[in-house]
């Protein structure tokens, strides 16, 4: 115990431990803690849709109409009718032939990457994708070549050079949207590539789902190439408003993971009303009420970025709602973010294991439901917060 309470206090030393904050209201633009309110600027709740009121009327009618909990894992007992029409929602929404929910989306890339591959097979992984890919590649036990970030010509040299000695499947795997950096795959390309190297590629939309495409399909649907991506993943936990998490694919793939991937296979499923409020959010999502929160997203965003661009900080390329201003080191990433607090502005400090060490950033990430004046004033305030840090330093 008393090692344990040393590298906690280690942790603290370097500005480097992590602790929970309490939020006692609804994930909106303002949030309450401790009794006093904030201008939130770090949910994933992008469209602002967490506590719609057709999420929380489904949600409801499913749990008075099914009860809380579903039971047991899906080849148990727990695959109930909500389970299969989210699926075919899903399918339909993503035109794929079928599609399989997980529990969450950390579940569904451990799940879906050990479920597709083995020893025999390579995988060929961004160099800043999340998290949760990165352990599903362990898990799978495929040899993992990483590619530097966004990088087309270094990915196809390491297609070439495996080619040499090719054996077993190939997956290709990136974020849509980067988590921490909010710049965009370049999807084309890494098609163009799949389809050369005869690879399998896989996309994980948890930031572009609901928010890119014209009816919010995501990155592949802003690309146009929905037909090209052979696993499109996604959440329900951001954009969504909702919780849990999917894959869209051919129905083999599908067969596949049912039968093989453990996260799947050994955990309780999603309970009915959480299944009922993410077909809610697809039908909000997709119809016109999504695509007005789409462009409200939009507005805020360009707002936000150029006041910042002004300053000339560096925001490392981001072209999407997830917005990290640059900072360097932790200690004054995480001041900049306890004085930000302190003026009523709620956003996170990114420090490693998350991101690089030397690249920890401020992150902002907008939602369709603040107001211009809102975003005006966390602009503001971030400016001259981030300007008078760097005046100490
Ligand atoms: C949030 C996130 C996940 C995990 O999804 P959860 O449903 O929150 O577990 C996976 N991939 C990316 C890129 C994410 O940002």
Redesign the pocket.
């Known amino acids: 115990m008393k090692q344990l309470e040393e590298s906690l206090a280690e942790l603290k030393g370097q500005g480097m431990l992590r602790t929970l904050r309490e939020i006692e209201s609804a994930q909106g633009p303002r949030v309450r803690i401790a009794g006093q309110d904030y201008l939130l600027l770090c949910s ?1 709740n992008y469209l602002g849709i967490a506590d719609h009121p057709d999420l929380i009327e489904a949600a409801c009618k499913a749990t008075r109409d099914f009860g809380v909990g579903s039971g047991a894992s899906r080849l148990i007992s727990g695959s109930m009718s909500v389970h299969h029409r989210l699926e075919e929602r899903i399918a339909d929404f993503k035109g794929t032939e079928a599609a399989l929910v997980y529990n ?6 451990n799940g879906i990457i050990q479920g597709l591959l083995c020893s025999e097979d390579t995988v060929f992984s961004d160099s800043l ?2 998290a ?2 990165i352990d599903g590649c362990r898990l799978s036990g495929a040899r993992v070549r990483i590619y530097p970030h966004n990088d087309l010509v270094a990915l196809e040299q390491l297609l070439a050079e495996e080619s040499q000695t090719r054996r077993g499947r190939w997956l290709i795997i990136t ?1 849509g949207v ?2 921490m950096d909010g710049d965009v795959a370049p999807l084309p390309g890494l098609v163009a590539l799949k389809q050369k190297y005869d690879a399998w590629l896989m996309v ?1 939309d ?2 572009g789902g609901g928010v890119l495409g014209a009816t919010g399909r995501g990155t592949a649907e802003h690309f146009g190439c929905l037909d090209h991506v052979d696993l499109q993943m996604g ?4 954009a969504f408003g909702s ?3 999917y894959v869209a694919a051919r129905r083999t793939l599908i067969e596949v993971l049912i039968n093989r991937s453990r996260s799947f296979i050994f955990s309780t499923s999603l309970p009915p009303g959480v299944l009922a409020a993410s077909i809610a959010a697809i039908d909000l999502v997709s119809g016109e009420e999504g695509a007005r929160r789409r462009s409200q997203l939009e507005a805020n965003r360009q707002l936000f970025v150029k006041l910042l661009k002004v300053e000339g900080f560096d925001l490392c390329g981001s072209t999407s709602q997830i917005v990290p201003v640059m900072i360097g080191d932790p200690e004054p990433t995480m001041g900049a973010a306890a004085k930000l607090f302190e003026q009523g502005i709620f956003l996170s400090g990114i420090r490693p294991p998350t991101v690089a060490p030397g690249t920890c950033r401020l992150r902002a990430t907008l939602m369709a439901t603040h107001t211009l004046t809102q975003v005006r004033h966390a602009a503001q305030t971030l400016i001259a917060v981030v300007n008078e840090e760097f005046a100490c330093a």
Request: aromatic residues 16%.
């Open positions: 994933n969450s989306g950390y579940a569904a890339n994708n999340h949760s890919i974020d980067f988590s994980d948890a930031h959440t329900f936990g951001k919780f849990g998490a």
